[in-house]
Nanobody
Framework: QVQLVESGGGLVQAGASLTLSCAAS????????MAWFRQAPGKEREFVAA????????NYADSVKGRFTISRDNATNTLYLQLNSLKLEDTAVYYC?????????????????WGQGTQVTVSS
């Protein structure tokens, strides 16, 4: 059973940085896509970034490209999301997700495994 546990959220000011972590367990993830999604109050959950575990290739939503960086640590099975130059509109619950395969889907329903989420709040 795949388990995903996020951490690292918090309250920060606009322009600050934050690093989110997702501890993954229960599988060998070299055949998985790992991703970050986020959900703001009253909005649908949206794609943020994804990485192919086997080769580290990445895909980003246009809204975060150049500001956020997704990465993974094979040794510890940990997924990261580095958030820089945070904006008020980045406020959301951030979720780690996983799907088996090699296509970096941006569609929420294509991901089978989800963490419980971690809150990121950006203040002015």
């Amino acid at each position: 059973q795949v388990q995903l546990v996020e951490s690292g959220g918090g309250l920060v000011q606009a322009g600050a940085s934050l690093t989110l972590s997702c501890a993954a367990s229960g599988r060998q993830f070299n055949r998985y896509i790992m991703a970050w999604f986020r959900q703001a109050p009253g909005k649908e959950r949206e794609f943020v970034a994804a990485t192919r575990w086997s080769d580290g290739s990445t895909n980003y939503a246009d809204s975060v490209k150049g500001r956020f960086t997704i990465s993974r640590d094979n040794a510890t099975n940990t997924l990261y999301l580095q958030l820089n130059s945070l904006k008020l509109e980045d406020t959301a619950v951030y979720y780690c997700a996983a799907r088996e395969g090699f296509v970096m889907s941006t569609t929420r329903t294509n991901y089978l495994y989800w963490g419980q989420g971690t809150q990121v709040t950006v203040s002015s």
